[in-house]
C-alpha cells in the first residue's frame, strides 16, 4: 500500500505526519510511502532526507491524494482535503468526529474510512498510539519554556555574590499528561511546584514528580477518573466555588501559573478568574494550555500573548507542538507508524481493517461509507482495574448507634459478671465466719487490682514480667518465715527448705529481669 | 517489735509490688519497677523477720543469703535462649515451698491440738470467749501457732481446706514446672505424650484427690490417718502436674509457662489464708491473676482456648487439610544478599528456630549492615513466637536490636505488602497461611505474619521438615518464596559478608 502526508494546510501549523525515520520503519511493513513536497521543510526536514529514506517526493497535494492508498495527516483535514478521499481510501489523521460533524459525514459519503488518532482508546495496548498524549507532553514542556520566557526572573532560587534570588513559583492546574509534564519541566528548572487536580487519585503521580499537591477539603462522591477514560469529570457548582477560593488564597504568591484543565467535548472550564489575574504579581505568568476551547482564564485571548494593566503576561497560543514541530513531527509520526502496524499485522503490505480490534475500532470514525462514531465501550476496561467497591462509610448516626449498642452490650456483660461474681463472693459470706471474710476481701481486690494492672503491660515485655512475677511469687518465703520459729524440729527442717528455694527464686527472679531490662535499647 | 509495724510494711510492700507490675508497661519505665518489686520484697522479709512468731534469725538470713547466691549465680550464668527453662524450674522451686509451707500448717495443728489435749482443754477452740486456762496455754504458744490456737471448729476446717488447696496447687505447679523445663531445656521430648487413659487419667486423679480431701478433712483428728491422706493427695497432685504438661506439645510451652506462673501465685495466696498472712494473700493473687491474663493473651493470639491448649495438642479439625502444591525452591547465599541488596524494605521474621540456633547476634549485625545502608529494617514478632511470652523481644534486646523496630504483629501486618523483602528465621506456624485459606487446618483463624504478601520472602529453615504441630507450610512453596536451608547463624552469617 502507499502511503502518503501532503504538507498541512492549517495556517502556522508547522508539523508533518511522516519522518524519514518512520518511512523507513513503514517500508518495513510492506508499505510505499509518498510525501508532498515541503510538507517536512518547518519542521526541519528536507525533501532531500525523505528522498534518501527512499520516500517518493510529490510535487502537488492532488497528485498525492490520488496515489496514496492511505493518507496521513496532522490536523483534521479542510473540507477541499475531505473531497479529494476516494472511496476505499484511508485516513489517518487528528479529526475530532464530535466538534466536525460535517466533515464527519463528507467522509462517509465519500466512502472513504477515517482513522481519528484522538479517538484512540485510552488502554495500555495503545498507549504507543496515543498522539494525543505525546502532544499533551509537548504542549506541557512547552508551556513552561513559553512561560519562562516571558518571565524576568530564574525558576531556580540562588544566592549569588550579588544577591539572593527567591526561586519561581509555580501553579499547574490541571495533572493530566501535559499537566505532569509541565510540572517535572517545572521541577527540573528548580521552580517550587503545586500542582491541582480534581481527581484526587492524581496527588500520588503528582508528588512523584516532585509537586506539592494542593489539596481541597472538600466531601463529595468523587468520581473516579478510571470510569471516565482518564479524564477529568466537570464537577459540581459547590466544589467549584471551593476551588476557586483555594486559588484565590494561592493567587498573590505565584508568578507562574499553567492551566491544563480540560473536559473532554466541552468547553473549558474558567478557573483562574479576572480578580485571581488582577491579585498577580507584575510580571507573572500565566500560559493558557487550554486555549484552544475557549481558555481556563478569564482574560486568555486564543492565539494572543496579551499583557493585563497589572502587568501579567496570559499566553494563549493553541499550537504548543507545533512550536516544536521537529520533535511533534517525530512523536506524531511515530504514534501513526505504530497505528499502520497495528493494521498491517501479517507485516505484508496489506491492510487489514479489523473492526473487532478494539483499538482500531476505537479510532475508526467513518467506515465502508457509514459513520462509525461513537464507538462502543472498549471490551478492556480503561486504563485502571476499578478499585475494589470501598465498604461504605457508616454515617455519623449509624457510627453512634453501633458505639451505643456496643456500648450496652459491654455493659450488659460486665453486670452479668458482676452478678455473678458478687453472688458468689455473697454465697462465701453466708458461710464463711467473719475472719475468713477479712482475707477473702483483701483477696477479691488484689486479683482485680492484678487484672487492672497487667492489661497494660507492653507485648515485648511479657518475658520480664513473667520472670518478675516469678520473683514475687516467692513471697511464699514469708509462710516459711514465720514457720520457721516452730517448737518442732521437723517443721523447723522443711520451713528451712521453704526458704532456701524462695530465696534463690528471689535473687534469681530479680536479677535476670534486670539483666533482661538492661539489654531493650532504643535506636 | 508489734504486730502493727508489720502490717503496716506489709502495706508498703503491696504498693510497691503493684508499682512493680504496672510499670512493665514501657521499656523505660520497667527499669525503675523492677527496683519497685525488690525493695517491696526486702520490707515485706524484714517486716516478716521483726513481725510475731519468727525466730531463728541466724539461720533464716544464712538461709537466704544461700539461696541468694545461688539464684545469682543461676541469673548470671544462663543464656538468654534458656531464659523459658530458667523461669519454669524457678516456678517449680516455688510450688515445692508451697508444698512443704502446707504440710508445715497441718503440723502446726496437730502440735496444737496436742498442746490442748495435754492441757485438758477444749480444741478447737469453742464460740465465746477463751477460758482462762486456755489464754494461758495459748500465750505459751509460738507465733504461727498462735494464730491457729484461736481459732473455733469452722475456722480451723476453712484453715485445713486452704492449706489443701495450697499444697495441691504448688504440687501440680512444682512437676508441671519440672516438665516444662525438661521440655524447654530438650531433656524431654516436645512431643505431646500421654500415658493410655489420656485425659481420663487426669480427671480421675482430680477427682481421687477430692475423695482424699474430704477423707483427710474427715479423719483430721487422728494423727497418722491424715498426714498419710495428705501425702496422697500431694501425690495425685504431682502426678496431675506431671501429666497434664507431658501431654502438651512444645508449641504451646508458652501457654504453659505463664499458666504455671498463674498456679504459683494461686499456691500462695491459698497459702496466705492458711497462714492469715495477708501480704501473701495480695501478692499471690496478683501473680496468679496476672499470670491467667498472660495466657489468656497467648490463647487469642493463637485463636484457641485455653481449654484446648491445657488438654493438649490441637484440636477441632474437620475434613481433610488442603493439600500443598507446587515445589520449595532453594537459593543460596549470593541469591538472598543481592536481593537485600537491591530491597529498601525489609521484615526480619524470628522464631524459635533462630533462638535454637543462637542467631540473634548475627541477625542483629544483619540488621546494623542494612540499616547503615539507609535501609527501612523492622522485626515482626508473633504473640507466641518462642517459648515464652516476648521471648524473642528478649533475644533481640539481648544482641542489641533497638526496640522500637520490633513491632507487634497488629502493628506490622498491613505493611508486608508494601515491603520488598521478607525473611523469616525459624519461624513456620507464625507464618503458614493455611491459618487463613484452609478451613481444615488444625491452625484455622489463628492470626499469622502475613509475610508472602512482601515482594519476596526468603525463608531460613534448617530442613524440609514441618514446624512444632506438624503441619505443612503452604508458604515455602508460594511463587515468590525462596527457601535457604541451613543453620540459621551459619546462613545468617554467609550473607553478612555479601552485604556492601
Known sequence: ?523 | MDFGFTIAAYAVATVLFVLSLGGLSNQEKAKRAVWYGIVGMAVAVGATMVGPGSGLWLMSLVLIALGGIVGWQLATRVQMTQMPELVAIMHSLVGLAAVLVGINAHLEIGRVAAAFTAGDLPFPQPEGPMSTAAYDLWLGLTDFAMIIGKKTAVEVTILRIELMLGIWIGAVTFTGSVVAYGKLAGRINSAPVQLPGGHMLNAGAAAASLLFAGLYLGYAESGAVAILMLLVLTALALFIGYHLIMGIGGADMPVVVSMLNSYSGWAAAAIGFSLGNELLIVVGALVGSSGAILSYIMCKAMNRSFISVILGGFGGTSGPQQQVEGEQVAIDAAGVAAALNDADSVIIIPGYGMAVAQAQQSVSELTRKLRAKGKEVRFAIHPVAGRLPGHMNVLLAEAKVPYDIVLEMDEINDDFPSTDVAIVIGSNDIVNPAAQDDPNSPIAGMPVLECWKAKQVFVSKRGQGTGYSGIENPLFFKENTRMFYGDAKASVDSLLPLID
Not at chain 1, 518478675?468 to 517448737?487: D, K
Request: proline residues 5%; charged residues 20%; aromatic residues 6%.
Open chain 1, 1 to 523: 500500500m502507499k502511503i502518503g502526508a501532503p504538507k498541512e494546510v492549517y495556517e502556522g501549523e508547522a508539523r508533518v505526519a511522516l519522518t524519514p525515520d518512520s518511512a523507513q520503519q513503514l517500508k518495513k511493513l510492506g508499505h510505499e510511502c509518498l510525501i508532498e513536497a515541503g510538507a517536512g521543510e518547518k519542521a526541519g526536514i528536507t525533501d532531500d532526507a525523505y528522498r534518501e529514506a527512499g520516500v517518493e517526493v510529490v510535487a502537488e497535494a492532488k497528485a498525492l491524494f490520488d496515489g496514496a492508498d492511505i493518507v496521513i495527516k496532522v490536523r483534521e483535514p479542510q473540507m477541499d482535503e475531505v473531497q479529494r478521499l476516494r472511496e476505499g481510501q484511508t485516513l489517518v489523521s487528528f479529526f475530532w468526529p464530535a466538534q466536525n460533524e460535517e466533515l464527519l459525514n463528507a467522509a462517509a459519503e465519500r466512502k472513504a474510512t477515517v482513522i481519528a488518532m484522538d479517538m484512540v482508546p485510552r488502554i495500555s495496548r495503545a498507549q504507543k498510539m496515543d498522539a494525543l498524549s505525546s502532544m499533551a507532553n509537548i504542549a506541557g514542556y512547552r508551556a513552561v519554556i513559553e512561560a519562562g520566557n516571558n518571565f524576568g526572573r530564574f525558576f531556580t532560587g540562588q544566592v549569588t555574590a550579588a544577591g539572593k534570588v527567591p526561586p519561581a513559583r509555580v501553579l499547574v492546574v490541571g495533572a493530566g499528561v501535559a499537566g505532569l509534564a509541565a510540572i517535572g519541566t517545572s521541577t527540573a528548572l528548580g521552580a517550587i511546584t503545586l500542582a491541582f487536580d480534581v481527581r484526587p487519585e492524581v496527588a500520588e503521580q503528582i508528588e512523584s514528580m516532585g509537586a506539592e499537591f494542593v489539596f481541597l477539603e472538600f466531601e463529595e462522591e468523587t468520581k473516579d477518573g478510571a470510569e471516565t477514560g482518564g479524564y477529568a469529570a466537570p464537577s459540581s457548582p459547590e466544589f467549584r466555588e471551593k476551588q476557586l477560593e483555594k486559588f484565590r488564597e494561592l493567587a498573590p504568591d505565584i508568578d507562574i501559573v499553567i492551566t491544563t484543565a480540560l473536559i473532554p467535548g466541552r468547553p473549558a472550564p474558567k478557573l483562574w478568574t479576572e480578580d485571581m489575574v488582577r491579585m498577580m504579581k507584575p510580571g507573572s505568568v500565566i500560559v493558557d494550555l487550554a486555549a484552544e476551547k475557549g481558555g481556563n482564564c478569564d482574560l486568555t485571548v486564543p492565539d494572543q500573548r496579551i499583557v493585563t494593566d497589572n502587568g501579567v503576561v496570559v499566553v494563549g497560543y493553541t499550537d504548543f507542538p507545533s512550536r516544536m514541530a521537529t520533535q511533534s513531527s517525530m512523536l506524531y509520526a511515530t504514534n501513526i507508524r505504530h497505528m499502520i502496524h497495528d493494521l498491517t499485522p501479517e507485516k505484508d503490505g496489506v491492510i487489514n481493517h479489523n473492526m473487532d480490534d478494539d483499538v482500531i475500532r476505537g479510532a475508526t470514525v467513518t467506515h465502508k461509507g457509514e459513520v462509525t462514531y461513537p464507538p462502543p465501550p472498549p471490551k478492556v476496561q480503561a486504563i485502571a482495574a476499578k478499585p475494589k467497591e470501598k465498604k461504605k462509610e457508616p454515617t455519623a448516626e449509624e457510627k453512634r448507634a453501633s458505639e451505643v449498642s456496643a456500648f450496652k452490650e459491654e455493659t450488659k456483660r460486665q453486670v452479668a459478671l458482676l452478678a455473678i461474681a458478687g453472688g458468689a463472693v455473697l454465697a462465701v459470706g453466708l458461710v464463711a465466719p467473719e475472719s475468713f471474710m477479712r482475707n477473702f476481701v483483701i483477696f477479691v481486690l488484689a486479683v482485680f487490682v492484678g487484672f487492672q494492672v497487667i492489661w497494660n503491660v507492653a507485648h515485648s515485655l511479657h518475658t520480664p514480667l513473667m520472670a518478675v512475677t516469678n520473683a514475687i511469687s516467692s513471697i511464699i518465703i514469708l509462710g516459711a518465715l514465720m514457720q520457721i520459729g516452730s517448737t518442732s524440729g521437723l517443721i523447723t527442717v522443711l520451713a528451712a527448705a521453704g526458704i532456701l528455694m524462695a530465696a534463690v527464686n528471689i535473687f534469681g527472679g530479680f536479677m535476670v529481669t534486670r539483666r533482661m531490662l538492661a539489654m531493650f535499647q532504643k535506636s
